[in-house]
């Protein structure tokens, strides 16, 4: 360490002639001490709560704007999709109604609005990609955002918990 402080009290000396060895070292505690701290930083989608309706849509919420797309399970049961047919921007959706529609190799699925609202945006990349949502279904598979209307219609949704328990029940 003294080996340090004699080598910035040289380097300070030649770079500012006047400064003093005294003026070096009255500057500086006599002891160093080195702290070591620990961060995190998440991301909104490590952060967000997904909801999840029992036609097998899920919705996270960002304040009044909804992010909607279709749960693992769904992508799954539908196999590869092939077309998608999103919400243009500007409609409006009204909660459980059809909105678009997802087509696969085996199937066609409607897509159902999980709540009331103004799409403000629809996933493009989805449109000329429609395996995103199988190979991403939470994350660049996402299919819509919303900008909600009636914050009260989250209520009825289901937690991740509930809906895998929905899941293992005969009704889904």
């Not at 029992?54 to 693992?72: A, F, L, P, Q, R």
């Not at 994350?139 to 914050?151: D, Q, S, Y």
Request: glycine share 6%; proline share 4%.
């Amino acid at each position: 360490m003294a080996k340090v402080i004699a080598q910035m009290v040289k380097y300070t000396a030649r770079t500012f002639p006047h400064v003093s060895r005294e003026t070096v070292f009255t500057r500086f505690p006599p002891k160093a001490s080195l702290v070591v701290s620990r961060s995190i930083t998440t991301t909104r989608c490590l952060n967000a709560v997904r909801l999840y309706t029992e036609k097998h849509e899920w919705i996270t919420i960002d304040g009044k704007v909804g992010i909607v797309g279709i749960s693992n399970y769904a992508q799954e049961a539908l196999g590869d999709v092939v077309y998608a047919q999103l919400p243009d921007v500007g409609a409006t959706i009204e909660k459980e109604a059809e909105c678009g529609a997802l087509e696969s190799v085996k199937a066609a699925s409607e897509l159902f609005s999980p709540v009331s609202g103004k799409v403000i945006e629809k996933n493009e990349d989805v449109e000329k990609t429609p395996g995103l949502v199988n190979s991403s279904c939470y994350e660049k598979g996402w299919l819509f955002k919303v900008e909600i209307n009636n914050p009260e219609e989250l209520k009825n949704l289901m937690s991740e918990e509930t809906y895998n328990e929905y899941l293992k029940s005969d009704k889904s």
